[in-house]
């Protein structure tokens, strides 16, 4: 997320279940790798899908797919993401502020860091089961320096979605071929939104917008960084979600989509458009060049936003007590490049 900095003026695929957790980092030349129950973390994947949430009730069947900017595939992106299987399933997505990085900060932790301590407080008393709560835990315990927008998403059993967001991150709940709720991002101005820093300028837990939703069954959630929101309209979503035939492929075919249109010359982007609405726009002499917006700067007919791009798709299934969860776990192979994975399947009793 190439946005501003809020400061003081002076100055893997992931799999889960009920007993599994994986967080996964690449501060380091070897992936570190850490299991504990009920949740899992990661920094940057491809996909796999998963049922989240094993007890009587519902649970989101949830695939999940990451593509990071081209400029920092090497580092895993900025991005980083949890789901957990406590309940009817927690979903959370944090991308990291990029313009960290002109202060010699890796805009990477603090995000990483966020989304790991929100994992280990899903079940927390304090937290008490609810967004924002849990995005104040996970706040005040992170300690690198840098910022990033959230969104938290927690199911009940009864089908009740939860969600706290601040920033951009966002939501949309599908329903029968149509967005019946989404997000609205959070902004100080274009193209700086909402964030929780280190810095005592930044937002706090209390600003983070509430909203519930009531699911039914086949209802499908997806979540994602403003990477996707960025480049994928409503209705793209919608037509891609109605053409696949389970989460994962839905997961990877948006992240694809969001990916190309970033790249694409050719595309009048979601984030061009809010731009121009914004009053940002090119001045009539570079438009008869050819030339159109892309993130605050002036380019040759290209239109998309290159970003990380984080993509979780969850569809809200009936669930039973006796019913077998199946995991797929993904290892990193003895590589140079981060993303190559294998796969693992194994049966939870």
């Known amino acids: 997320m190439a946005i501003p900095v809020l400061r003081p003026f002076s100055s893997i695929a992931y799999s889960t279940s009920r007993d599994l957790q994986l967080i996964s980092s690449t501060d380091s ?9 009920k949740r899992l973390v990661c920094c940057a994947t491809p996909s796999v899908s998963n049922h989240v949430g094993s007890e009587a009730g519902v ?7 990451f593509i ?35 202060q010699d900060v890796n805009p990477a932790l603090f995000s990483r860091e966020l989304m790991a301590n929100a994992s280990s407080y899903v079940e927390d008393e304090e937290v008490n089961y609810d967004p924002r709560s849990l995005i104040r835990k996970a706040h005040a315990a992170t300690s690198s320096i840098g910022s990033a927008t959230v969104i938290v998403a927690m199911l009940e059993m009864n089908g009740t979605l939860k969600i706290a967001n601040v920033g951009d991150c966002g939501v949309r709940v599908i329903r029968k071929g149509q967005v ?20 005592a300028v930044g937002q706090t837990f209390l600003d983070a917008t509430v909203t519930t939703v009531e699911l039914m069954e086949e209802d499908t959630v997806v979540m994602g960084s403003d990477g996707l929101f ?25 992240a694809n989509l969001a990916h190309n249109h970033s790249k694409d010359s050719s595309f009048d982007s979601p984030y061009s458009q809010e731009a121009r609405s914004q009053g940002f ?12 917006l892309t993130g605050r700067t002036w380019l040759p007919l290209l239109c998309g936003k290159l970003d990380d791009i984080t993509v ?10 006796d019913e077998a969860i199946f995991v797929s776990l993904w290892k990193e192979e003895k590589s140079k490049n981060w993303h190559s994975c294998s796969a693992h399947v194994m049966e939870i009793s």
Request: aromatic share 10%; net charge negative; with cysteine.
């Open 29 to 37: 030349p070897t992936l570190c790798s850490v299991y504990k129950p």
């Open 59 to 65: 649970r989101l069947s949830v695939g999940t797919h």
């Open 68 to 102: 990071p900017h081209p400029d920092k595939v090497e580092k895993g992106g900025e991005d980083a993401f949890f789901v957990s299987s406590h309940s009817g399933g927690v979903l959370g997505v944090a991308d990291g502020v990029s313009g960290w990085a002109e």
């Open 180 to 199: 019946v709720f989404s997000t609205s991002p959070q902004e100080h101005y274009f193209d700086c939104p909402y964030q929780l820093s280190s810095e």
């Open 230 to 254: 960025d480049n994928v309209f409503d209705r793209e979503i919608v037509a891609v979600v109605s053409s696949c035939d389970n989460v994962s492929d839905a997961a990877k075919a948006l």
């Open 281 to 292: 726009d090119v001045p009539w002499w570079k438009k008869i060049m050819g030339m159109k």
């Open 312 to 321: 979780i798709v969850g569809q809200l299934k009936e669930s039973c007590t």
